[in-house]
């Protein structure tokens, strides 16, 4: 399953995919989702995302600030092996970079996208659904 950034806050601060349902023996996120986690967890305001990594103490967001790390059981997609299909996914569907990133990511990896009921994006569930790319929709952890 390739999952979202507020359901990888969630797998971060929960240790474990427990919280994602059935099928969550083999998760992935992409680069870009993982970039907007670690920037709101640097952000100087916390956000609806960031919440989802818990409620810190002071010293523990400063901590978090320096330690966002991707969970070992997390694979990370690579944008090398993205770009080609993201191009041609491009000429067919309206969607930003992101979206083309985890509509080629769920394509590369045979899974279906898992988001936050919070985190749902119409362009991208509609460009899912042309693709045949099942498009899942989770209780915000």
Request: net charge positive.
């Amino acid at each position: 399953m390739l999952i979202d950034d507020r359901l990888l806050a969630g797998v971060i601060r929960a240790g474990s995919t427990a919280g994602l349902g059935p099928g969550a023996n083999r998760v992935a996120t992409t680069g870009l989702w993982f970039f907007r986690l670690c920037r709101a967890a640097r952000a100087p305001l916390r956000g609806t995302l960031t919440r989802a990594l818990g409620d810190p103490t002071v010293d523990d967001q400063i901590a978090l600030v320096r330690e966002v790390r991707l969970p070992s059981f997390v694979s990370l997609v690579s944008l090398a092996d993205l770009a080609p299909t993201m191009a041609t996914l491009s000429t067919r569907h309206r969607l930003n970079v992101l979206g083309l990133e985890a509509l080629a990511a769920a394509l590369h990896l045979g899974v279906g996208i898992h988001v936050a009921a919070s985190n749902v994006g119409p362009k991208l569930r509609a460009a899912a659904a042309a693709e045949g790319v099942p498009y899942v929709v989770i209780a915000n952890p």
